[in-house]
């Protein structure tokens, strides 16, 4: 059973940075067709990606975050991460970290089976 914990949420302001973090454990972590990403979910708006890995390790970006939010992983401790600078009040969501099985389509939201509990990320001007 695939288990996802996400950690370091928080509010900044902002301009602010916050680094997410997300503990993977209950599958071989290190093999390369195992795909990750990040999604959010703002207040009454559906799920939409936001960062993923895909094929080969290919990282894909959504349009407003790129430049500012960075994927990441490392895969001697099963985690994969999110960098992001520059927030922004639109920012504000939770963040979740996900399994996306098929390794394409890493922005869709429906591409995913496994999913974390979520971090609140609150951004404020």
């Known amino acids: 059973q695939v288990e996802l914990v996400e950690s370091g949420g928080g509010s900044v302001q902002a301009g602010g940075s916050l680094t997410l973090s997300c503990s993977a454990s209950g599958y071989t972590y290190t093999r390369s067709t195992y795909c990750m990403g990040w999604l959010r979910q703002a207040a009454g708006k559906g799920r939409e990606g936001v960062a993923s890995?895909?094929?080969?390790?290919?990282?894909t970006y959504a349009e407003s975050v790129k430049g500012r939010f960075t994927i990441t992983r490392d895969n001697t401790k099963n985690t994969l991460y999110l960098q992001m600078n520059s927030l922004k009040p639109e920012d504000t969501a939770m963040y979740y970290c996900?399994?996306?099985?098929?390794?394409?389509?890493?922005?869709?939201?429906?591409?995913?089976?496994?999913w974390g509990q979520g971090t609140q990320v609150t951004v404020s001007s």
């Open positions: 996900a399994v996306n099985p098929s390794c394409r389509e890493g922005l869709v939201a429906s591409q995913y089976d496994y």
């Open positions: 890995f895909e094929i080969g390790g290919v990282t």
